[in-house]
């Protein structure tokens, strides 16, 4: 087994549903470790980087409003999962992306819908898809000292303020 890590956010809608606890205790189910977590309001830039592959399609600007939260809470719950086979445990657990697709009793068939006023996929939790999506997605959402585990290689810059940032 492979060691890899997850970017899991907890959308606005599972926020806005008080879903935070059961959607991380069914996540436990798989005996991974959390190493990095916050809560946030997603800026719009970081919400058009994290969907940059979608962008030009025509339900771009709707996701970016789903996320940012213009249509629940303004907040999101961004947590790291590490561990052995993580992608496929969580992906496993979240079921597919479209709601009415997803099985029944995976977070996204329970408490997911999609919304007939804007056909956004309200469903509730972002689990990263590769390793490579992983990689850049927990780049773009945490600072390495965010996390309690190194898990990408670093470098120091020595600007104004000496910090840790991604190698």
């Known amino acids: 087994m492979e060691i890899q890590q997850s970017l899991v956010i907890i959308k606005p809608d599972g926020l806005i549903k008080s879903l935070t606890g059961n959607i991380i205790s069914v996540l436990s189910e ?21 969907y940059g592959e979608h ?63 804007t056909s956004v996929f309200e469903n509730v939790i972002h689990a990263s898809d590769s390793k490579e999506t992983a990689e850049r997605e927990i780049k773009l959402w945490f600072s390495p000292d965010q996390l309690t585990e190194l898990i990408y290689p670093i470098t120091t810059e020595n600007k104004k303020i000496e910090r840790v940032v991604w190698k």
């Open 30 to 50: 798989t005996k991974l470790k959390i190493v990095g977590a916050k809560i946030l309001k997603v800026p719009r830039e970081l919400a058009e980087k994290h």
């Open 55 to 117: 962008k030009g399609k025509p339900f771009f600007e709707e996701i970016i409003k789903y996320i940012t939260g213009k249509y629940h809470t303004d907040r999101v719950l961004a947590l790291v999962y590490h561990g052995e086979n993580t992608i496929n445990k969580i992906r496993k657990l979240a079921g597919s992306t479209n709601p009415e697709e997803a099985n029944p009793v995976s977070i996204r068939g329970k408490y997911g819908r999609i919304n007939s006023k």
